[in-house]
C-alpha cells in the first residue's frame, strides 16, 4: 500500500473519529505485512485498538470527575501492614459487584491506617468499570448542602449527589456536625438508599456516631439505610504515618505517636 493512501486512510479515521487507530495503522499493517494476517483478523485487531483507546478515553474522563485528593491503586496497598484486612473482601469490592446491587461500604479505623487510600483506589475501579463516581470530604459535603440549602437549592443539590454510582464520603466523624447538617445528610442518605451506593470512611466506632451527627435518633435512621445492604471493614492496624516516622529515623518504638489534636465531639444526652 502506497504511503498517499495510507495518509488518506489515515485522514479519513481521524474525520470518523478513530484517533488511536490513525496513529497506529502504519505499525499495524507493518506487522499484519510480516504475520500474513487475515483481513478479518485485520480488522478485529484495528477494531479492538480503537475500542481499548475509547475506553481509556471514557475511564480518563469519569476520574476527572470524580476529583479524586489523588491516585493509589489497590496493588499499591500494603495489606501486610493492616493484616486485620482480609484482602478477598478488598478484591471482591474491587469486582464493582457492589455498585450493581446499590450496596454500600463502610471503612472504619484510627487515623493514618489507609482508608481513604482504599477508598479512592474503589472508586477508580468503579471509574474503570464505567460507573460515575463523585469523592468528597464530609466536611465539604455538609457545607455545600447547608450552603444550598440557604439559598434554596437543596432539591437541587440533591438531585445531584443522587446521579453518580458510587458516592465516596471522607472523614465522617473527625468534626462533631449541626442539627442542621446531620438532617441534610440524613436526607442524602435517603435519596440514594438502595438507588446507588455510598462508601465512607470513618475514624468512629458505629457506637460513636450519635455524638458525630448531635442525634442518637439521627444516627440510627442513617445507619438503617447504610447498613441495610452493607459492607463494613474494620482496620485495626498501625497508622501508615508512624511506620514513616520510625522508616525515617524520626521516631524510635518506644515513643509515643499521637495524631495532631481535632475538635472532640460535645457530649449528647439521647434523645
Known amino acids: 500500500m502506497s504511503g498517499f493512501a495510507i495518509e488518506q486512510i489515515q485522514e479519513q479515521m481521524r474525520q470518523l473519529k478513530l484517533v488511536r487507530t490513525a496513529e497506529q495503522l502504519p505499525l499495524l499493517l507493518q506487522d499484519a505485512a510480516k504475520g500474513e494476517v487475515s483481513y478479518s483478523d485485520f480488522l478485529a485487531e484495528l477494531l479492538g485498538h480503537e475500542l481499548a483507546a475509547k475506553q481509556e478515553r471514557h475511564t480518563a474522563m469519569k476520574t476527572t470527575m470524580a476529583r479524586f485528593p489523588f491516585q493509589k491503586s489497590l496493588e499499591s496497598f500494603d495489606f501486610k501492614f493492616q493484616p486485620s484486612i482480609e484482602p478477598k473482601v478488598v ?48 466536611s465539604g459535603l455538609i457545607a455545600s448542602l447547608t450552603r444550598a440549602h440557604t439559598e434554596n437549592r437543596l432539591e437541587e443539590k440533591l438531585k445531584l449527589l443522587v446521579q453518580p454510582k458510587l458516592l465516596i464520603i471522607d472523614e465522617i466523624g473527625y468534626l462533631p456536625l449541626e442539627r442542621l447538617g446531620a438532617n441534610l445528610f440524613f436526607q442524602l442518605v435517603s435519596r440514594r438508599y438502595e438507588r446507588g451506593s455510598i462508601l465512607i470512611t470513618s475514624n468512629q466506632s458505629l457506637a460513636g456516631w450519635g455524638q458525630v451527627f448531635g442525634d442518637q435518633v439521627i444516627a440510627t435512621a442513617i445507619l438503617d439505610r447504610l447498613l441495610h445492604h452493607s459492607t463494613i471493614v474494620n482496620i485495626k492496624g498501625e497508622s501508615y504515618r508512624l511506620k514513616e516516622k520510625r522508616k525515617a529515623g524520626l521516631l524510635t518504638r518506644s515513643e509515643p505517636y499521637t495524631e495532631p489534636e481535632r475538635a472532640a465531639a460535645p457530649e449528647q444526652t439521647p434523645t
Not at 469490592?93 to 446491587?101: I, K, N, S, V
Not at 484510627?110 to 481513604?116: A, D, E, N, S
Open 91 to 138: 478484591r471482591e469490592l474491587a469486582t464493582g459487584r457492589f455498585l450493581a446491587d446499590a450496596d454500600n461500604v463502610l471503612l472504619l479505623g484510627p487515623p493514618g491506617v489507609g482508608k481513604t487510600h482504599l477508598a479512592v483506589a474503589l472508586g477508580l475501579r468503579a471509574c474503570a468499570l464505567g460507573f460515575r463516581t463523585t469523592f468528597v470530604t464530609a
